[in-house]
């Protein structure tokens, strides 16, 4: 267990659809990441957030949208799903400590 | 701008043989590099940081801002490091939180018996 939790592990909607993925961070960590991983793509850089404040943008689409809570938990809202939305999406997270990611198992989005 | 490089989607090579994956960056700072590996589309591990000069699992990895790069290195491949590898640069601030990382588009090793 890296210590960064991602609930759900799987999940199939359907097209137009909204979700909510989940990520708690690991205890003491203040920022969160969260990347999309598609087969054609690579690692897409997504968002990020510092202490419930957004901090980066990457290449998120409008539907989309995160938050990051008091309790330093974050979500990611994927909205108007499309079909090649499906993709792994990672959370990670770090502590100002000149240190690396520490990644979750990640959510499996399928959009059918 | 801060970019990553990671020339190769694919490498193969024979079990026991030396294994070199690249990664260049483009950045006007003092970089911070690590790589991560991502066995079978689980979760990405850190697998080095250079500030460290770690070695793990027997791969080791030197910076070399001349040529500005951080190549990942093995003297023999074994069929368990069989796994996508992604080269990360670190830039930004550090407090604050204003770090940023950018990622390479990963190499795909592969390892035949």
């Keep these: 267990d890296s210590g960064v939790t991602q609930t759900p592990k799987h999940l199939i909607t359907a097209t137009g659809q909204r979700v909510t993925l989940r990520c708690s961070p690991r205890s003491g960590d203040l920022s969160v990441y969260w990347y999309q991983q598609s087969l054609d793509q690579g690692l897409q850089f997504l968002i990020q957030y510092y202490n419930g404040e957004e901090r980066a943008k990457g290449n998120i689409l409008e539907r989309f ?3 990051q809570f008091p309790d330093l938990h974050s979500e990611l809202n994927l909205s108007s799903l499309e079909l090649g939305d499906s993709a792994l999406y990672f959370c990670a997270s770090s502590n100002r400590v000149n240190y690396g990611y520490t990644f979750g198992s990640g ?3 399928t959009v059918v | 701008a801060q970019r990553v490089t990671q020339p190769e989607k694919l490498l193969s090579v024979f079990k026991g043989a030396p294994v070199e994956l690249k990664c260049n960056y483009s950045y006007s ?3 911070e590099l690590f790589w991560y590996v991502q ?3 689980q979760r990405l591990q850190l697998l080095l940081r250079h500030i460290s000069r770690e070695s793990i699992k027997g791969f080791t990895a030197d910076l070399n801002k001349g ?4 190549h990942l290195k093995k ?3 074994q069929e368990e490091d069989s796994a996508m590898y992604y080269c990360a640069l670190k830039y930004g601030w550090n ?3 204003y770090q940023k990382v950018t990622f390479g588009t990963g190499t795909k090793l592969q390892v035949i018996p």
Excluded: K, N
């Design chain 1, 107 to 109: 959510t499996r989005l």
């Design chain 2, 95 to 97: 407090s604050g939180g």
């Design chain 2, 67 to 70: 040529e500005t790069s951080f």
């Design chain 1, 65 to 67: 949208s995160a938050q």
């Design chain 2, 39 to 41: 066995y079978s589309r």
């Design chain 2, 75 to 77: 003297p023999f491949a």
């Design chain 2, 29 to 31: 700072g003092s970089p």
